[in-house]
């Protein structure tokens, strides 16, 4: 029987390394495609997700009463996330070519002729995505591409349900209009999809 993540924190705490293990391989690509999605740099994402899980180590304030494991991470991931946006605004200038466009995390197309169209979409949205202001990038993130319910996401946020359906709302429509140039917007859902190399 596979142990839960409450059962392998638990044995975590009493110095188990594999059950750590377990739990890195089980929420690590989340926790990296959250943090990339949300600040368009690999090199922070990967910093993120490794302090993410260096704290998860340290700190054992996870409540399962509170709600899964995967949001307590996408939490912290959040939170650390934000303390690197405003450390770089005080010391200095963001580096545009930091991260690049987010190529890595494009779908293979399924047909070799669909690539520079399909990248072209991917990196549209990506970059309307990355545009969007941080309560509706965040939001976007955790509901769309995390697929966490409404309630979920606001325990990681720290807001009401009403206000997480706002800023959704409010989010999807400007990512419509930023899309809505001819071409940009894909003919499936499915064509904006992401995934962690």
């Known amino acids: 029987m596979t142990p839960t993540d409450t059962e392998l924190?638990?044995?975590?705490?009493?110095g188990d390394g594999a059950?750590?293990?377990t739990l890195y391989q089980r929420h690590q690509q989340r926790v990296f495609r959250f943090a990339m999605v949300y600040c368009g740099a690999?090199?922070?994402a990967a910093d993120v997700t490794q302090?993410?899980?260096m704290q998860l180590i340290d700190n054992h304030s996870y409540d399962p009463a509170q709600g899964d494991l995967r949001g307590y991470l996408l939490g912290m991931a959040r939170n650390l996330l934000r303390r690197h946006w405003r450390d770089a605004q005080r010391y200095?200038?963001?580096d545009d070519d930091e991260g690049g466009p987010l190529d890595e995390l494009l779908i293979e197309p399924l047909e070799p002729s669909h690539w520079v169209g399909r990248a072209q979409q991917h990196g549209a949205l990506r970059e309307a995505i990355l545009a969007l202001p941080a309560y509706y990038r965040e939001v976007t993130i955790l509901c769309e591409l995390e697929e966490l319910d409404y309630q979920e996401a606001a325990r990681i946020l720290e807001v009401p349900i009403g206000t997480v359906r706002s800023r959704l709302n409010r989010a999807r429509k400007a990512l419509a209009a930023a899309l809505a140039a001819p071409g940009m917007l894909p003919e499936r859902s499915e064509d904006y999809e992401l995934r962690a190399v």
């Open 51 to 53: 302090e993410v899980f």
């Open 92 to 94: 200095a200038a963001l």
């Open 9 to 14: 924190l638990q044995r975590m705490q009493c």
């Open 19 to 21: 059950a750590f293990s």
């Open 42 to 44: 690999e090199s922070t």
